[in-house]
């Protein structure tokens, strides 16, 4: 089975300094990876993903993340935190090239951002 | 891009009742929709996975007389919880495969809806 971890349920950093949210993977097939993110009280908004090819994936609102298959991880990043960035964020994984396979999700690390 | 559309967004109910939520792909057509159940502060649990014009296939745990699952067309899922109990009480999440239509596109895409937060009283 495919299954994610994600290290620290919360992530406190200043407005602007580096954001760093850690996924790591365990999966017996090349995998898909994403990471999501949610607000209070709302469903599920798509960050970025990894199929194959290039391992340094960019998303939305300035966030990449990394593929390495050598560490098994999948970390978010993102250079400058801001404010809207507070956030509950999850790492998600699905089996490679199977479309009917659901998401498995981490369990999540909420993003605290200070002033 | 692609959207889901789930409703109610909030739902409050008896002890006993049963709730439907419904979940439909907006500009898309969707085979496969997959339903979440989020509890406080946690994760996203796979509940069941529902396939159009085929039964639903539920996880290992989920009772699906309690959950009953509907695809009836490739862009509507309906999710009812029958003789609902507090313990229902819970933000569930619909999501449909999109491939290709958002900005991110690609196989294994899911939009997620906006959630139903259900309250047995």
């Known amino acids: 089975a495919q299954s994610v971890t994600q290290l620290g349920s919360h992530v406190s950093v200043s407005e602007g300094a580096l954001v760093l949210l850690r996924c790591n993977y365990s999966?017996?097939?090349?995998?898909?990876l994403f990471w999501y993110v949610q607000y209070p009280n709302q469903g599920l908004q798509l960050l970025l993903k990894y199929t194959t090819g290039a391992t340094l994936v960019k998303g939305i609102n300035g966030f990449e993340a990394e593929f390495k298959k050598s560490e098994t991880s999948f970390h978010l990043t993102k250079p400058s935190a801001h404010m809207s960035d507070a956030a509950e964020y999850f790492c998600a994984v699905t089996p490679y090239s199977n479309s009917g396979y659901a998401l498995n999700f981490g369990k999540g690390t909420s993003l605290l951002v200070t002033p | 891009g692609a959207v889901v559309s789930q409703h109610p967004s909030w739902v409050i109910c008896k002890s006993g009742t049963s709730v439907k939520i419904e979940c439909r792909s907006l500009d898309f057509q969707a085979t496969t929709m997959f339903w979440y159940r989020q509890f406080p502060k946690q994760s996203l649990m796979l509940m069941a996975t529902s396939n159009e014009g085929s039964k639903a296939t539920y996880e290992q745990g989920v009772e699906k007389d309690k959950f009953l699952i509907n695809h009836a067309s490739l862009t509507l899922s309906t999710l009812t919880v029958t003789s609902a109990h507090p313990e229902d009480s819970s933000f569930y999440i619909c999501?449909?495969?999109?491939?290709?239509?958002?900005?991110?596109?690609?196989?294994?895409?899911?939009?997620f809806g906006a959630g139903s937060r259900l309250t047995v009283l």
């Open positions: 999501s449909a495969r999109s491939g290709g239509l958002s900005t991110l596109s690609g196989a294994n895409v899911l939009t």
């Open positions: 999966s017996s097939v090349p995998p898909y």
